[in-house]
């Protein structure tokens, strides 16, 4: 059973079952001949300059990266609904870039990707750019898009490039940068008819497709955060058709690879970050049958084993939430997602490697 939302054709999930992926139309952008360089739509001012204080609000399939250049994580996109005079609700995409600077959110009044949920994001240390890639939308009638456009932030302004080899159109797909090989890599997601099992790369140029030796089963709903502890990209659960999955796979840099370790019982839509301070990934997994006996847990993996870090403070099951770590404030951030409500969640929480915490803002924000 699906709840949540819609998105126009695209429904955000509040549970990780198999979705019916038929109602996405692809959009089929032409790729050029080389890579090339397009600015965003109009000049970009500084984001320093031009800060709105505020709140988000409420979204779902936004997504978060940590940008050292201003030193906080920039949240962009996501969906939330408008009632309709019928009872139902409407999706509706939103293309704007925020900043968490720790204590509060500022909107950056800047032009940028066209409004979308559920992209792909990572944080390109080598050429010091958040690169992100498709996602679906905009809002409307349906059918919905899935996009397959490439955009780069640097700290001030997004850029489109386009590169002369591009991926298919997808949402929730796995990324990372793996800094051991200088590349964005990209797993899986969900397509327009079914899901994908292929593995790209992005060298700052141009996309490449692998043809690894061993490849995970096709998933979406999956994460990846790269190890540098241990120097792989690390990929855990997702879901596929009628199931939902707990396994754990490394990527090399040439091979992905299954790891033996026993897996948590926690299975479901995983999302993940690196937290540098105790050198481990910290995962958020939902877990819900048919709306049934919904769960939230939080486990770490140290380049071995995953351990089951859940307590009391957790937050509450949802699907489609933006997560990274913030560098300054040393902790993990979660924002967003949805479980059954009409609207999606509104709420910042963060993790300081033992507790969750639910931020507020300062009295008179």
């Given at each position: ?9 695209l429904?955000?999930l509040?549970v990780?079952?198999a ?14 001949n ?14 320093a300059a031009t800060?709105?204080?505020?709140l988000p ?8 990266v940590?940008?050292?250049?201003n ?29 968490w600077?720790?204590?509060s959110?500022?909107?950056?009044e ?21 690169v992100?890639f498709g ?14 456009d ?9 850029t489109?490039?386009?590169p ?15 800094q ?8 899986g997601?969900?397509?327009a008819t079914?899901?994908f099992t292929?593995?790209?790369?992005w060298?700052?140029a ?6 690894p030796a061993?490849?995970?089963p ?6 990846m955060?790269y ?13 596929m ?10 990527w ?5 690879t ?12 995983s999302?993940?970050?690196?937290d540098?301070v ?21 486990i770490?993996?140290?380049g ?7 307590n009391?403070s ?14 300054v404030?040393?902790q993990v ?18 993790w300081?490697?033992?507790t969750?915490?639910?931020?507020s ?5």
């Amino acid at each position: 059973m699906m709840v949540g939302f819609g998105v126009g054709a695209l429904t955000v999930l509040g549970v990780v079952a198999a979705t019916s992926t038929g109602v996405f139309q692809t959009n089929a952008r032409q790729a050029s001949n080389s890579a090339t360089v397009s600015p965003s739509p109009s000049p970009s001012p500084s984001p320093a300059a031009t800060p709105t204080s505020g709140l988000p609000g409420p979204r779902a399939g936004a997504t978060l990266v940590y940008d050292p250049e201003n030193k906080g994580v920039i949240l962009f996109g996501g969906v939330y609904t408008v009632p309709r005079s019928d009872g139902t609700n409407e999706g509706v995409s939103t293309g704007d870039t925020w900043l968490w600077a720790g204590k509060s959110w500022q909107r950056l009044e800047v032009s940028g990707p066209p409004a979308r949920s559920v992209p792909m994001a990572a944080y390109d240390s080598a050429r010091h750019v958040v690169v992100l890639f498709g996602g679906g939308g905009p809002s409307g009638a349906p059918p919905a898009q899935l996009l397959n456009d490439t955009w780069t932030w640097d700290g001030v302004s997004w850029t489109e490039l386009h590169p002369a080899h591009v991926p298919d159109g997808r949402i929730r797909a796995g990324m990372a940068f793996d800094q051991r090989s200088g590349v964005v890599v990209m797993y899986g997601g969900e397509g327009a008819t079914s899901g994908f099992t292929d593995t790209w790369t992005w060298d700052g140029a141009d996309w490449t497709l692998q043809d690894p030796a061993t490849s995970p089963p096709t998933r979406h709903f999956a994460s990846m955060a790269y190890d540098p502890a241990n120097g792989n990209t690390v990929l855990f659960g997702g879901s596929m058709p009628g199931v939902r999955l707990n396994d754990t796979w490394t990527w090399d840099g040439t091979t992905w690879t299954k790891q033996a370790a026993a897996p948590p019982a926690a299975r479901g839509s995983s999302y993940m970050t690196y937290d540098p301070v105790v050198k481990q990934i910290v995962a958020f997994v939902y877990f819900g049958l048919d709306n049934h006996d919904p769960a939230g847990y939080t486990i770490t993996w140290d380049g071995s084993r995953w351990t089951d870090r859940t307590n009391a403070s957790q937050p509450s099951p949802r699907a489609d939430v933006a997560i990274a770590y913030d560098q300054v404030t040393r902790q993990v951030v979660v924002y967003g997602g949805t479980f059954d409500q009409p609207q999606p969640f509104a709420e910042t929480w963060v993790w300081d490697g033992s507790t969750w915490s639910l931020w507020s803002p300062a009295a008179g924000a």
